[in-house]
């Protein structure tokens, strides 16, 4: 399968106000409750613009001998006049299956209702 190091991004609107959306990306408690996280995959804080964007740094811890794979996902909020949030994530992979770049049935997989 060939790589590719382009990022992935989904957007949605989220009915959660910023405050909340914010706190579901901030507070590990809840982040580990809304995004579904392999085991496998470690997670740090690397910069923050509270309450407008979060990036973590994932490692995804190799098997056997295979180098840890080092991605970095961006989380950015933006108020709606309706009270909800404009969400948008970013996913810059050192490199990354082509394939998963078609992921429009899968995006909800990524989070969990805030």
């Not at 909340?20 to 085991?39: G, N």
Request: hydrophobic content about 40%; charged content about 25%.
């Amino acid at each position: 399968m060939s790589k590719t190091d382009e990022d992935l991004v989904f957007e949605t609107g989220l009915d959660a106000s910023p405050d909340k959306v914010w706190r579901a990306l901030t507070i590990p408690e809840y982040l580990e409750r809304w995004l579904d996280r392999p085991e496998s995959v470690q997670v740090d804080q690397v910069a923050a613009n509270a309450p407008h964007s979060v990036t973590y740094r994932w490692t995804e811890r190799g098997s056997g001998d295979a180098e840890p794979e080092e991605s970095f996902v961006t989380f950015e909020l933006t108020p709606r006049d309706d009270g909800g949030t404009w969400f948008r994530l970013t996913h810059r992979p050192a490199a990354l299956p082509a394939a998963a770049n078609n992921n429009e049935a899968q995006t909800a997989m990524f989070m969990r209702a805030a």
